[in-house]
């Protein structure tokens, strides 16, 4: 089924560890987001792409970085992980002329 | 600043009880709007979208919102809510940039 497919599904990390979460989308879609969600606080959106070859900060960018590696594929990489950074990520792709976002599973980040 | 603001945080109804969800942003020009919904462990879905037209949209699963311009307001409503549509709503806005701003949510449990 077309989709957004996102890796890991679940993911612990100790303090001062690095890891890159991947995204890919199979809808040939030109826009990319990162979003983090954290209880009361609803999705805030951390970096995105609109288009290959370009990426832009969203609210919260500081501690992460990102890669537009292809039309297809957004990934977002945690350098030196903390505690503030557990949370549960979403990759999306947005459909043309705006009609909304399709989403990924998420992934479920704790760091200790 | 754009903004996106669900007032209800959490709501609690019995099985066919009417549901009206708040929504209120801050855009003062032509805005895209739209519900969506998050299943217990799921991805957000979306529910259904505005773009301009008619003002009542009716999306999936019974659901439908209303925009009123005036009021900045784009409530969800359902007239009949069932066990099954206990989730997270989140609304979300956006003047055909690339982002949207997201809400922060309104979990609804609908009591059997």
């Known amino acids: 089924n077309a989709g957004v497919t996102q890796t890991p599904k679940f993911q612990v990390l100790k303090t001062g560890q690095s890891m890159t979460l991947q995204c890919a989308q199979d809808?040939?879609?030109?826009?990319m987001y990162w979003y983090r969600q954290d209880p009361g606080m609803g999705l805030r959106l951390i970096y995105y792409?609109?288009?290959?070859?370009?990426?832009d900060k969203g609210e919260v960018p500081n501690g992460y970085n990102v890669s537009r590696l292809n039309k297809r594929e957004f990934s977002l990489r945690l350098e030196s992980a903390a505690p503030s950074q557990t949370s549960v990520y979403f990759c999306?792709?947005?459909?043309?002329?705006?009609?909304?976002?399709?989403f990924g599973s998420g992934t479920r980040l704790t760091v200790v | 600043a754009q903004s996106v603001s669900q007032h209800n945080h959490h709501v609690i109804l019995s099985e066919a009880a009417s549901l009206e969800l708040g929504c209120n942003y801050s855009?003062?020009?032509?805005?895209?709007l739209f519900w969506y919904v998050q299943y217990p462990g799921q991805h957000l879905q979306l529910l259904l979208k505005?773009?301009?037209?008619?003002?009542l949209v009716k999306g999936i699963k019974g659901f439908e919102a209303e925009f009123i311009k005036s009021k900045f307001s784009f409530n969800l409503r359902k007239p009949s809510v069932q066990w099954s549509d206990t989730a997270e709503y989140f609304c979300?806005?956006?003047?055909?940039?690339?982002?949207?701003?997201f809400g922060t949510g309104t979990r609804l449990k609908v009591l059997a």
């Open positions: 979300a806005g956006g003047m055909g940039t690339y982002k949207y701003i």
């Open positions: 505005y773009f301009s037209g008619d003002p």
């Open positions: 855009y003062g020009g032509t805005v895209n």
């Open positions: 999306a792709s947005r459909h043309p002329g705006g009609y909304g976002y399709t």
């Open positions: 792409s609109a288009s290959e070859g370009t990426t």
């Open positions: 809808m040939n879609h030109n826009s």
